[in-house]
């Protein structure tokens, strides 16, 4: 940013290294801090203002018909679809581990876009987005490795083995951990969103994500192989539709959670800005 | 049906931490909603 | 302006290498992270006796002979490419059956023979009911016939 005046030849001292520009009889630089952050406090405040407008009716809109979306999935895959030929009944299990699995991995996704808008673009609400998507990311991370587990025990015949699938998804859950840690210890400065040395720990960790689902491709591993490739299913249609019911309804659900968080944390900006404004005076 | 047990824990678990995760962010909304809501009220 | 674009240069040239030291650091991980041996690994690298390894493959079918004493079985196991004779003394799995997949745990005997401790089975990416249309379970074979 430029100053908004003019040098005048000949009419600064020598030894004068900044230019004087008289608004008022203020220098620019030696402006009242006020100014400042008036500008800040603006652009802080025009977008959530218009964020807010679209955020609260649309938290209600994904929240129940995700609901919903999830119990008619869920409830058809542990009534209405037949048993698999090899597993028998615990591939039901599939309805709610793959939507986990998809939200865990899509909720890095959703961190590293917004660190990259936040490092990038400056934008304050991409910082708050940041650290409201970091909770539900790492719960269904945990889901997906805690229904593995269960799922692998009558399958495979074993809770856990460290082959490359769940040992890249157990790394995307510590990442989620360590980034929740970063954000918490880094909440005072950030006017509710996360800090810089956050957002670019989120940048980093999305190595985490190709590697996650690349590893049955890559490595000999006990997780068999990609079933939903961009050539088709290897599910049948039969045993797939649940599936496709309870990945609509979770990813609905984990908006509707980072839109609830979001709001909370818009909203306790506002107090905190109060607060500091009265302690002012 | 043994394989009922692992099926059923599954969902379980998955229904008592979305559930917990749904309370909790709905609660956290509306407490400080509500809290930005009175300051506005006075001002 | 200027310093937003150069921002966004650098975040994404830094990730991009980033992410290709990772994936590049995946890649050469290839063996050292493989969680199994395959049975053509082990005849084109050899394995030393006695050396603890986790063998996978497919159990041939035809193979799987259970021992005199009701507790042993012997089975081969397949990748396709070589197969390799294993021995295993203990509970199996429900999945563990004829052309299926299989992950077991233990060191080559003196003759070349895998003798497990522990067995894992693995199952591939398909998913079907048990009465597709057209095709029948039989459920002491675990084999999928197309009927007449």
């Known amino acids: 940013m430029s100053p908004p005046c003019h040098k005048k030849a000949g009419s600064a001292a020598p030894t004068q290294r900044f230019p004087t520009c008289a608004i008022g009889k203020k220098p620019y630089w030696r402006s009242p801090p006020g100014a400042a952050t008036h500008a800040a406090l603006m652009h802080r405040f025009a977008n959530p203002a218009r964020f807010l407008k679209i955020a609260r009716p649309l938290t209600q809109w994904l929240f129940w018909p995700g609901l919903a979306l999830i119990l008619i999935g869920a409830g058809c895959g542990l009534l209405v679809t037949p048993a698999d030929y090899l597993q028998g009944q615990t591939v039901r299990i599939l309805y709610i581990h793959v939507p986990a699995a998809w939200l865990g991995m899509g909720g890095w996704t959703g961190i590293a876009l917004a660190a990259l808008v936040q490092l990038v673009w400056r934008h304050p609400l991409a910082a708050i987005a940041g650290r409201a998507i970091a909770a539900p990311g790492a719960l269904f991370t945990a889901i997906c490795l805690a229904t593995g587990s269960i799922w692998g025990r009558p399958t495979w015949g074993t809770w856990w083995e460290w082959d490359g699938r769940m040992t890249s998804m157990l790394v995307l859950l510590f990442l989620y951990l360590g980034y929740i840690a970063l954000a918490q210890a880094s909440a005072r400065d950030g006017q509710g969103g996360v800090s810089h040395v956050t957002a670019i720990f989120g940048l980093v960790g999305a190595v985490n994500i190709p590697i996650i689902n690349r590893s049955v491709v890559w490595w000999n591993s006990l997780h068999q192989g990609p079933s939903i490739t961009m050539r088709g299913s290897t599910i049948e249609t039969t045993l797939l539709w649940p599936l496709g019911l309870t990945l609509l309804g979770f990813s609905l659900w984990f908006g509707a959670i980072v839109l609830m968080r979001m709001r909370a944390i818009l909203a306790q900006n506002k107090v905190e800005a109060r607060m500091q404004r009265l302690a002012r005076g | 049906m043994n394989q009922w047990a692992f099926v059923i824990a599954a969902y379980a678990v998955t229904a008592g931490a979305t559930i917990v995760m749904s309370i909790m962010s709905w609660r956290a909304m509306g407490s400080a909603e509500r809290a930005a809501d009175r300051l506005s009220d006075r001002a | ?148």
């Open chain 3, 1 to 148: 302006m200027k310093a937003k674009h150069q921002r966004l240069v650098l975040a994404l040239v830094a990730l991009a290498s980033i992410i290709g030291a990772g994936l590049l650091a995946a890649s050469a991980l290839k063996d050292e992270a493989a969680y199994f041996y395959a049975p053509a690994d082990v005849k084109a690298k050899g394995v030393e006796p006695g050396r603890a390894i986790r063998l996978g493959g497919m159990v041939v079918k035809g193979s799987l002979k259970r021992a005199a004493d009701g507790v042993t079985i012997r089975f081969n196991v397949t990748d396709g490419k070589a197969r390799v004779p294993a021995t295993f003394s203990g509970i199996a799995p429900d999945l563990f059956k004829e052309g299926s997949g299989v992950v077991a745990e233990g060191a080559f005997d003196d003759k070349g023979t895998f003798v497990a401790t522990n067995l894992l089975a693995k199952h591939d990416e398909r998913y079907m009911p048990r009465e597709l249309e057209g095709m029948q379970y039989n459920e002491t074979t675990h084999e999928m016939k197309v009927t007449p």
